[in-house]
């Protein structure tokens, strides 16, 4: 196939699947890293080699790979497509009953944290970037502070079931994740909003919005998981309860999108809803069974799938020595805003935590940032701000997953 020949989904979808499933064979045959982190190392290393050789004049396969690239809308692939089903099977093995032990620290942290790492990150990348050449406006600075803040429930809990953390603190980051991206989402878009009207809105309207779009969400999510609790109920068949959690994930997800609604924390309320109350009451062991062994294969093949694409992406970037240095910069700022909201967290609230000592450690390594930051950066308009700004999300991601993700096992035996 010749670079800019037009693809249909289907060879599309053909193409980046039997990628994924190639690196996931090289990765457990030769490897042995965990899946989602062996398979975006082994992209990036085909990445870097298809741009090394592109610079010996052989154009042909970064030529490819980015016509490939360009034909993919990564944001609509992960937040319209992949993400409703990733939430719901991370949320659907969530024990309600620990998310409730710890609800302090998690809506801290999902909320409140939030909002202050946007503003601590945007504050140091608004005074820190001129010092390099690059002039970014504060809404700009905003707009990254929004979409880097938010630890990606994809990343945290696929790297937290293997790194061996205290349960207390697997609740607590695995529940702020499934929570925070919700709320960060709805921060980004208000902040793109202003970029694109030039116009300020009222605090009223902030507010509004917030409660519309995620407290709708979580309401929305709460109906509909009741619908599919009845719907689950009243049948005993395997088949037929797949297909409806299936339907209920994918369709209700849509409908959120339509009626402007939270989709992400939808999605999060129906997965508990569904994996505390329908796993227990409205499901046979058989169905239970079945139920858990798809969505643990959705979930695994779903986020291979996007961690190739994030490993691959790394041709969409221009890079210059500058831009390495701000992305180291930016990396130490993000993890300060971490530690910085995780330590007012921990020490204001100390004694209503029941955290183990030094679990403030795990909780700032562990805010691995993901696909979620790649696809909300995608979304800014065209120019040299969302140049820069690809960049930066690119590496604080890369050494999210790849340095903390395979150093937070060590860090979390720190503490016990």
Avoid at 116 to 125: D, E, F, G, M, R
Avoid at 220 to 244: A, W
Wanted: contains cysteine; negative net charge; charged residues 10%.
């Amino acid at each position: 196939m010749a670079p800019g020949t037009s693809l249909s989904v289907l060879e599309i979808s053909a193409i980046f699947l039997s990628i994924t499933a190639l690196l996931t064979y090289v990765n457990h045959r030769f490897i042995g890293l965990p899946t989602t982190i062996g398979v975006m190392v082994i992209s990036m290393l085909l990445s870097i080699g298809a741009i090394f050789l592109g610079f010996l004049g052989f154009d042909d396969l970064i030529d490819y790979e980015v016509s490939l690239l360009d034909q993919l809308d990564f944001t609509e692939v992960l937040l319209d497509g992949m993400l409703s089903m990733l939430l719901f099977a991370g949320a659907l093995h969530v024990n309600v009953g620990d998310l409730k032990r710890y609800k302090l620290p998690i809506g801290i942290l999902a909320c409140v944290g939030t909002l202050l790492s946007t503003v601590i990150i945007a504050a140091a990348l608004y005074f820190v970037m001129p010092l390099l050449g690059f002039n970014l406006s504060f809404i700009w600075c905003l707009l990254f502070g929004s979409l880097i803040s938010p630890t990606d429930p994809i990343a945290v809990m696929g790297i937290l079931q293997s790194a061996g953390a205290p349960k207390s603190i697997e609740t607590v980051i695995a529940g702020e994740s499934l929570f925070n991206d919700g709320i960060g989402v709805v921060i980004f878009v208000l902040l793109l909003g202003i970029l694109s009207s030039g116009d300020i809105p009222t605090t009223y309207y902030v507010a509004h919005t917030l409660a519309v779009e995620a407290g709708g969400g979580i309401v929305f999510g709460l109906v509909l998981g009741g619908i599919l609790y009845y719907l689950l109920k009243s049948i005993d068949s395997y088949q037929e309860e797949v297909l409806l959690t299936l339907a209920g994930v994918i369709g209700g997800y849509a409908l959120a999108s339509h009626w402007h609604l939270s989709g992400p924390l939808a999605m999060v309320m129906m997965g508990l809803m569904v994996g505390n109350h329908g796993r227990s009451w409205a499901m046979s062991d058989k169905t239970r069974h079945y139920v858990d062994l798809f969505w643990e294969l959705i979930d695994e093949i779903l986020n291979a799938i996007l961690f190739v694409l994030i490993g691959l992406e790394v041709v969409m970037i221009a890079f210059s020595s500058n831009l390495f240095i701000a992305g180291g910069l930016t990396i130490f700022i993000a993890l300060m805003a971490r530690l910085i909201v995780v330590g007012i967290t921990t020490t204001t609230f100390n004694k209503q935590l029941e955290l183990p000592s030094g679990a403030w450690k795990v909780l700032t390594w562990g805010g691995l940032r993901g696909g979620i930051s790649v696809a909300l950066v995608l979304q800014l308009p065209d120019g040299n701000e969302r140049d820069i700004l690809l960049a930066l999300t690119y590496a604080v991601v890369v050494f999210s997953i790849l340095i903390q993700g395979l150093s937070i096992g060590k860090v979390a035996k720190t503490i016990r």
